[in-house]
Nanobody
Framework: QVHLVESGGGLAQPGGSLRLSCAASGFTFSNYAMGWARQAPGKGLEWVSGIYSDGSRTYYADSVKDRFTISRDNAKNTLFLQMNTLKPEDTALYYC??????????????RGQGTQVTVSS
């Protein structure tokens, strides 16, 4: 059974940093591309970043480019999102998600419960 558990959210000041983690279990983590999405109150789901199964390729939404960095540790079955220079508009519930295959050609098929990130002074 696929299980994705996010952690690392919390309250940060504008300009600050947070690092999100996603612990994966129930599947061979190194075989699947992964990603992060977020949903702010009253808004739709935004896919902010993704990474190939082997980490060789990444993508970022324009809204987070040059501020967020996605990475993974396949030995520890963990996905990360380093978020720097945080802005109030980054406030959202952040989800970890799995694609159905190793590249961005596959759709997302599982998502975790999310971790809340709030950016406020």
């Amino acid at each position: 059974q696929v299980h994705l558990v996010e952690s690392g959210g919390g309250l940060a000041q504008p300009g600050g940093s947070l690092r999100l983690s996603c612990a994966a279990s129930g599947f061979t983590f190194s075989n699947y591309a992964m990603g992060w999405a977020r949903q702010a109150p009253g808004k739709g789901l935004e896919w902010v970043s993704g990474i190939y199964s082997d980490g060789s390729r990444t993508y970022y939404a324009d809204s987070v480019k040059d501020r967020f960095t996605i990475s993974r540790d396949n030995a520890k079955n963990t996905l990360f999102l380093q978020m720097n220079t945080l802005k109030p508009e980054d406030t959202a519930l952040y989800y970890c998600a799995r694609r159905a295959g190793s590249t961005f050609l596959y759709e997302y098929d599982y998502r975790g419960q999310g971790t809340q990130v709030t950016v406020s002074s």
